[in-house]
């Protein structure tokens, strides 16, 4: 999401020591997700309570999808998502992204990870699944389909003969 004061938005993710991805294919990858849940983003950035939505680059947790849960990056309106979760190569991998980004805006609402945020975050997905027509699940399954998918990979390679 780029707005007139993108460069100052950048400056200030990297005063908070958060270092913005720019490269053309995460941009591309980025925007695209977006696009599917523009109806969304546009509703939180009408509000004044969203002002970018960039990809970074995790050093300190790598397991992070996407992140908006501290207070100076909901007071700043900024959404990050992690830019691994933009090098899709199945569809179930653009679904896992799409939830992460709307995982990052039910943050906007709700700060903690209590039964609050997971309430409104149900109430989120499943008012998307209806409108768009995708059918975007809980975490849960992504990780399993996820820890699968490398299982018979690395089964596959390990097969002689191949």
């Known amino acids: 999401m780029y707005w007139k004061d993108k460069h100052k938005l950048i400056r200030e993710l990297e005063l908070m020591q958060i270092e913005p991805m720019e490269y053309p ?12 849940c523009a109806p969304w983003v546009a509703h939180y950035a009408r509000s004044g309570k969203l002002r970018f939505i960039f990809a970074y680059n995790v050093r300190w947790q790598p397991s992070e999808l996407g ?24 569809p179930y991998e653009f679904d896992y992204a799409i939830h992460a980004l ?6 906007i609402e709700h700060n ?8 409104w975050f149900d109430k989120l997905r499943k008012n998307f699944n209806a409108v768009t027509g995708r059918n975007i699940r809980d975490q849960g399954y992504y990780i399993r389909v996820c ?9 596959a390679r390990a097969v002689p003969g191949r």
């Not at 709307?102 to 943050?107: D, P, S, T």
């Open 25 to 36: 294919v995460v941009t591309y990858q980025l925007d695209k997700i977006i696009r599917v």
């Open 67 to 90: 992140l908006n849960d501290s207070l100076a990056m909901q007071q700043k309106g900024f959404i990050g998502i992690e830019y691994k979760m933009l090098r899709w190569a199945q």
């Open 102 to 107: 709307l995982h990052e805006l039910a943050h």
């Open 112 to 119: 903690d990870h209590s039964s609050a945020f997971y309430t």
């Open 147 to 155: 820890a699968e998918s490398r299982e018979s990979a690395a089964r």
